[in-house]
């Protein structure tokens, strides 16, 4: 597998939960690493993004100031933690590579086609 996601769950509003994907060698050289998410009846959104190579990141203003994005470079892994979840957080999310450029001009979107399985956030009483 290029990308392998998990850590989802079912979690209380307010609640935390923390997700993990761990990429491919060739992936980590090459490519930023983005989650993105798509609730029922919605477009997918890109939720962060971090390049691999240098301290840039991105987040969509919907979660900015409770998500938290990171990497860990000898494990190819990067990390989203996710705190003060709402009900409006639940989704499928999924990593996926994207652009360095990109999340270097401050955006985030799929780049490559490499995406990771879904895990499914769940935020409910």
């Known amino acids: 597998l290029q990308l392998q996601a998990s850590g989802g769950g079912l979690v209380q509003p307010g609640g935390s939960l923390r997700l993990s994907c761990v990429a491919s060698?060739?992936?980590?050289?090459?490519?930023?690493i983005g989650w993105f998410r798509q609730a029922p009846g919605k477009e997918r959104e890109g939720v962060s993004c971090?390049?691999?190579?240098?301290?840039?990141?991105y987040y969509a203003d919907s979660v900015l100031g409770r998500f938290t994005i990171s990497r860990d470079n000898d494990k190819n892994t990067v990390y989203l933690q996710m705190n003060s979840l709402k009900p409006e957080d639940t989704a499928v999310y999924y990593c996926?590579?994207?652009?360095?450029?990109?999340?270097?001009?401050?955006?985030?979107?799929?780049?490559?086609?490499?995406w990771g399985q879904g895990t499914l956030v769940t935020v409910s009483s």
């Open positions: 060698e060739f992936i980590w050289e090459y490519y930023a």
């Open positions: 996926a590579t994207a652009s360095k450029k990109g999340v270097q001009d401050g955006t985030c979107f799929p780049h490559g086609n490499w």
């Open positions: 971090i390049s691999s190579s240098d301290d840039r990141l």
